[in-house]
């Protein structure tokens, strides 16, 4: 069974920095692409980032290019999402998914974590 936790979430003011980490366990890393989602309140859960297997290729939301960077360790099984000069706007649930591509549609995505709350203060 896969199981993927994710931690490092807060409250932090605009302007500031998280990095989110996403453990996986069950199976290696490198057998999954990795994406980032976000859901918040009353709103659509949606792509923020996805990375290939083996990190050639990343992918962002517009909203989040430039700021957030994903990244991974297939040695300690483990991936990343810094986020950079967050805003008001980017506070919400943050999820990370494994799945065999690097899609940006959600539901392409077999495996989830439990989430972790981002909130980022005016």
């Known amino acids: 069974q896969v199981q993927l936790v994710e931690s490092g979430g807060g409250l932090v003011q605009a302007g500031g920095s998280l990095r989110l980490s996403c453990t996986v366990s069950g199976r290696t890393l490198s057998s999954y692409a990795m994406g980032w989602f976000r859901q918040a309140p009353g709103k659509e859960r949606e792509f923020v980032a996805c990375?290939?297997?083996?990190?050639?290729?990343?992918n962002y939301a517009d909203s989040v290019k430039g700021r957030f960077t994903i990244s991974r360790d297939n040695a300690k099984n483990t991936v990343y999402l810094q986020m950079n000069s967050l805003k008001p706007e980017d506070t919400a649930v943050y999820y990370c998914?494994?799945?065999?591509?690097?899609?940006?549609?959600?539901?392409?995505?077999?495996?989830w974590g439990q989430g972790t709350q981002v909130t980022v203060s005016s």
């Open positions: 990375v290939s297997r083996n990190s050639g290729y990343t």
């Open positions: 998914a494994a799945s065999s591509s690097t899609y940006t549609f959600w539901r392409a995505y077999d495996y």
